[in-house]
């Protein structure tokens, strides 16, 4: 069920009433009952994935308070939790590196493969139900009793299938809490929720259409159309993770609920390290809380700390998908921050560097994009090879639909570097708000694709 589909037009709505109508006592089973309902409209059998690594988080947590073998039974959930995500995530990629390595000793080896689809959501829910067993294992958070509760904190839909990962002290506690209903949140939620859609709809979807057109086959296109179709993903891929943030912390909002916020105008960011203090920020704390800091963070010697640096971005590129790609697309994020370790001093700011930034992370993208490293080494020796014309095919109307919205997506960008966007329209006159509103609305209904709802990105991770 996407946000972006008829049938959550119809669920949300629903839930939404069902909450505010009911008295406290029925509050959490109803969440529990519309997540799970929400996650099963995808397929019914990926409820037992997630009811497992629920109850396997939810008893280690209650054990690890009460034996004296408390590194024991963390080991085993973190094994029995992250052996679920390897056998439907990593698992053929290991199988094809073992392959790989016997090969090098002249040795045949013909690995099992196994074609398991690969559930929305569980690289998500499994690192939420880590941080929570890790929480309490360190005494930061007490375990939590009542199972239905604990179930829709994990299940919480949300934000389910693609973040924010929330942590264990801000949302188990507002689940169990008493809410009333808060006219201005809800309307706040709405807002959020609108400019989620537009820059889903508007800017990722329209986008999506020429990126894609590329990467299906990157070797009929060269120079300026590979150019493009990387730009294109730059924007596409920021706009439709963050759409999706939006879209999930307003519909939680509406719900009296606070999670917490996942970017922060990150193509503003003047250095690697400050772009992932404002990009994916549950995924990049979680690692920096569960990783990096354990590894020993910036605790230790300068060579000690790159290779913490470089092992956590490894990770997190790995996180993002069984490929090659993605464990060089974090690579040379880690790297990039070594490198500004050495020679670029902490304070941010300057254009120049902002602007260099952006092409770093853009040109960075091609590895996460790519199918595979042959494609990404083309892409890389082809878009800056001439100055071919465009083959992507768009017309002036589609350029003006793709214009646009990115103009206004970069004036709101350059507020919320300093403001909330949303209330800083919120405080303009009648005529300004209503407006731009109004422009809003047309702009996602003509400009949107009328097709098929497109899923989200970062589903598929």
């Known amino acids: 069920m996407l946000f972006n589909s008829w049938q959550y037009a119809l669920f949300f709505p629903v839930v939404f009433g069902l909450y ?18 929400f996650y099963m409209s995808w397929n019914v059998k990926y409820v037992f994935l ?20 408390k590194r024991l039974i963390l080991t085993s959930a973190l094994i029995a939790c992250l052996g679920v995500l390897f056998i439907f995530k990593y698992f053929n990629f290991a199988a094809g590196i073992l392959a790989d390595f016997a090969a090098m000793f002249s040795l045949s080896l013909h690995p099992t ?49 693609a973040g924010p990962i929330e942590r264990t002290n801000n949302l188990l506690p507002q689940i169990k809490a008493h809410h009333e209903f808060d006219y201005s949140q809800a309307v706040y939620g709405i807002k959020l929720m609108v400019w989620g859609f537009f820059k889903k709809l508007c800017i990722a979807d329209v986008l999506a259409v020429y990126a894609d057109k590329v990467f299906e086959d990157v070797y009929k296109f060269s120079s300026f159309s590979l150019f493009l179709a990387v730009l294109f993903f730059t924007m596409q891929v920021y706009c439709d993770f963050s759409g999706y943030s939006d879209i999930a912390r307003g519909c939680s909002k509406m719900l009296g609920i606070e999670l917490m916020e996942n970017f922060r105008s990150p193509y503003l960011s003047a250095s690697i390290r ?5 990009w994916h920020i549950s995924l990049s704390t ?52 070594v490198i500004e370790n050495a020679v670029l001093p902490r304070k941010s700011g300057g254009v120049l ?9 853009m040109l960075a993208w091609v590895f996460f994009r790519a199918q595979n490293l042959t494609e990404a080494v083309y892409v890389f020796g082809h878009m800056f090879g001439g100055t071919a014309g465009d083959k992507l095919g768009m017309n002036r109307t589609a350029k003006i639909a793709a214009l646009i919205p990115l103009l206004i997506l970069f004036v709101n960008e350059c507020i919320s570097l300093r403001t909330d966007a949303i209330e800083f329209l919120s405080r303009k006159g009648f005529a300004v708000r209503w407006a731009a509103y109004f422009a809003l609305g047309l702009m996602v209904i003509f400009f949107s694709p009328k097709d098929i709802a497109a899923e989200f990105v970062y589903f598929q991770f």
């Open 20 to 37: 505010w109508g009911l008295s406290q006592k029925f509050r959490v089973p109803l969440l529990l009952i519309a997540s799970y309902w």
């Open 50 to 69: 997630i009811l497992f690594t629920t109850c396997i988080s939810y008893l280690a947590a209650l054990f690890i308070e009460r034996s004296r073998h």
């Open 113 to 161: 493969t196994l074609n398991l689809l690969l559930p929305v959501g569980i690289s998500f829910y499994t690192f939420q139900t880590l941080g929570y067993v890790i929480d309490v294992y360190r005494g930061k958070t007490r375990a939590e009793r009542n199972f239905w509760v604990y179930a829709a904190f994990i299940s919480y839909f949300p934000q389910l299938v």
């Open 274 to 278: 400050e772009f992932w203090s404002r």
């Open 286 to 337: 979680w690692f920096r809380d569960y990783v990096y800091i354990p590894l020993g963070g910036n605790r230790c010697g300068k060579i000690r700390h790159n290779v913490n640096l470089m092992i956590t971005f490894i990770v997190s590129g790995l996180w993002h998908g069984a490929n090659w790609t993605f464990v060089i697309w974090g690579a040379v994020h880690g790297l990039a921050q």
């Open 353 to 361: 560097r902002i602007m260099g930034t952006f092409v770093f992370v």
